[in-house]
């Protein structure tokens, strides 16, 4: 079993809806949790983080975490065409030296 | 731009050869990670050096190997290549703390094919 498994989609949507992407993991010891996107050939790049469980927003992005379920989101409200990419869920614990366990990725296409 | 250089872009190359990746991190960062990203494992870690001394393994295979050098740059040399190391592979750089957070900045990455 993957420690954190993520629906590879695609996920294909229309300019305006909101989408919801998810991960779950299976490490309890997982704090930090992390949404990265990333545009085609193109290295991943940092959405969010948070620490713990709970709510964060960010714009139009808002991550959740339920640790009790071991179960992340990252919701986009408004998408727009330039949301298409993959978007990647990562997580840590505190003390491994900041070694980061990574979903597969969610293909997302917000069609105009 | 993350400030994370690697060369090269695309890296072409038969089996059974062997090839190095390069990788610059952002001014200050004394932290690099390797990851290979292939369609079908995701994002894979698969080393971590912190100020030249290695902080952390993952899933590398014994035919790959890394060094971060005096000048904080890293390589990641990959031998007797095989069809399934066709991968894009990445590095990153932070400025670790042994506990807690530490975000990490991904270079644009180098495509190898192996034909």
């Known amino acids: 079993q993957k420690e954190v498994e993520q629906d590879p989609g695609p996920l294909s949507v229309p300019e305006g809806a909101i989408v919801s992407l998810n991960c779950t993991y299976s490490n309890s010891a997982f704090q930090y949790f992390m949404w990265y996107r990333q545009y085609s050939r193109k290295g991943p790049e940092l959405l969010m983080y948070t620490y713990s469980s709970g709510n964060k927003e960010d714009g139009r992005f808002t991550a959740q975490v339920d640790k009790s379920s071991k179960y992340i989101s990252l919701f986009i409200r408004d998408s727009q065409p330039s949301d298409s990419a993959t978007y990647l869920c990562?997580?840590?614990?505190?003390?491994?030296?900041?070694?980061?366990?990574f979903g597969t990725g969610t293909s997302l296409t917000v069609i105009p | 731009d993350s400030g994370v250089t690697q060369t090269p872009k695309h890296l072409i190359t038969a089996t059974g050869q062997r090839v190095t990746l390069r990788c610059s991190p952002r001014?200050?960062?004394?932290?690099v990670y390797w990851y290979q990203q292939s369609l079908d494992q995701g994002l894979q870690f698969l080393i971590h050096?912190?100020?030249?001394?290695?902080?952390a393994k993952g899933n590398i295979l014994e035919r790959f190997s890394a060094q971060q050098f005096p000048d904080l740059h890293s390589e990641l040399n990959l031998s007797s290549l095989e069809l399934g190391d066709s991968a894009l592979y990445f590095c990153?750089?932070?400025?670790?703390?042994?506990?807690?957070?530490?975000?990490?900045?991904f270079g644009p990455g180098t495509r190898l094919t192996v034909l």
């Open positions: 990562a997580m840590t614990t505190l003390n491994t030296g900041n070694q980061f366990y």
């Open positions: 050096y912190y100020n030249g001394e290695e902080r």
């Open positions: 001014s200050g960062d004394l932290s």
């Open positions: 990153a750089s932070s400025d670790w703390r042994a506990s807690g957070y530490n975000e990490q900045f």
